[in-house]
């Protein structure tokens, strides 16, 4: 008998976009140099945890930080449209002040 299904839900890291208060909604923006840095710090944090399956929505900031997390395990990111970002209309792009 196989043990508990554990699923581990985890954010992008931040982008340009977020650190300046920017709405990006599904605006297809990558991670800043400050988001892959807690990427990668985040990574290191969860590098004993077993993974069969990892899902991402298929923005480019959050496959990204996908890979991130993977390293160097040999498992392919399943990309889901499903998963990405809410439509934020006309404040795509807008700046929160």
Do not use: C, Y
Request: hydrophobic share 40%; no cysteine.
């Amino acid at each position: 008998m196989e043990g508990p299904t554990r699923i581990h839900l985890l954010r992008h890291g931040p982008t340009e976009w977020n650190e300046i208060r920017r709405f990006q909604g599904r605006s297809d923006v990558p991670l800043s140099p400050k988001g892959i840095e807690l990427a990668r710090f985040v990574a290191q944090k969860l590098e004993d945890l077993h993974w069969d399956v990892v899902l991402s929505s298929p923005l480019q900031r959050a496959h990204e930080t996908a890979e991130i997390m993977i390293g160097d395990r040999s498992i392919e990111i399943q990309s889901l449209p499903g998963l990405v970002e809410m439509d934020l209309g006309e404040l795509e792009g807008r700046v929160l002040d």
